[in-house]
């Protein structure tokens, strides 16, 4: 087969196939990426990075996206004069929250969700 000048073999296609079905496989059976979602709780730990005006949902997804990540701090600020939400972002690379012994603070206006990571398969 010859496609845009490029010659394409019937075989490579199946290989390319036959690795792409594997690697899907592969990646499920590695395991989700869950998180226990805490409300008006915070545990201390170390913050590597922040980042403001996020949704909930894209903080998440960032810290599920960062291998060091192991939990992430939402929190925000409700003002009534202005139509916007100020939201703040902590991705933490350290966490006191895996410790049974450990004691959360309260906190208002925050979600602390710590990263689990399940077995699937």
């Not at 409300?39 to 997804?61: A, H, P, R, S």
């Not at 003002?79 to 906190?107: F, K, V, W």
Request: charged letters at 15%; aromatic letters at 12%; glycine letters at 4%.
């Amino acid at each position: 087969m010859k496609t845009a000048g490029v010659v394409l073999h019937s075989g490579s296609w199946s290989r390319w196939s036959l690795f792409l079905l594997l690697w899907t496989n592969f990646a499920s059976v590695l395991g989700r990426t869950a998180f226990e979602k805490l409300t008006e709780l915070d545990y201390k730990g170390t913050t590597y990075y922040t980042v403001k005006n996020l949704t909930l949902y894209e903080c998440q997804g960032w810290c599920r996206e960062e291998p060091e990540c192991q939990a992430a701090s939402f929190s925000f600020v409700l003002n009534p004069l202005t139509p916007i939400q100020e939201t703040i972002c902590q991705l933490q690379n350290e966490t006191t929250a895996n410790n049974p012994a450990a004691t959360p603070q309260r906190s208002v206006n925050l979600y602390y969700m710590v990263k689990m990571q399940i077995r699937s398969g």
